[in-house]
């Protein structure tokens, strides 16, 4: 569930909005929805991992990779799919993280009210 809605939120909210919505969008669904540490970190980061990537692919595969080639020349990393795969890697950390913080926080506040 915690999977679906960020990459659906984040699919849709990043065409208008910018890149770092992701981690609003991590941090609250996993705020809400998140049953453990480890959902709340591995659900975000496959999430963004997989729809960045996806959507990167979808840009590159009509121009036959020119920016994506030009970028790797320019990270001397010389393979335009190790480019995406960092892009990848890069945003689905930032999501796994934003989404364990929602969780700590819930968690946070739970253990305030009950012992207020």
């Known amino acids: 569930m915690v999977?679906?809605?960020i990459i659906i939120?984040?699919?849709?909210?990043?065409?208008?909005?910018?890149?770092?919505?992701v981690i609003v969008i991590s941090f609250a669904t996993c705020g809400i929805l998140g049953k453990t540490a480890?959902?709340?970190f591995w659900h975000p980061f496959f999430a963004i991992l997989c729809l960045w990537i996806g959507m990167a692919l979808l840009k590159s595969i009509p121009n036959?990779?020119?920016?994506a080639t030009r970028i790797a020349e320019m990270l001397?990393?010389?393979?335009?799919?190790?480019?995406?795969?960092?892009?990848g890697l890069l945003g689905g950390l930032?999501?796994?993280i934003s989404g364990f913080c929602g969780y700590h926080f819930r968690k946070a506040m739970i253990n305030?009210?009950?012992?207020?």
């Open 3 to 5: 999977f679906l809605i």
């Open 64 to 67: 036959q990779h020119i920016l």
């Open 94 to 96: 930032v999501a796994g």
């Open 112 to 116: 305030l009210k009950t012992k207020a």
């Open 76 to 87: 001397k990393v010389q393979f335009w799919p190790l480019v995406l795969l960092i892009t």
């Open 9 to 21: 939120a984040s699919f849709l909210l990043q065409m208008v909005l910018p890149w770092w919505l």
């Open 38 to 40: 480890k959902i709340s």
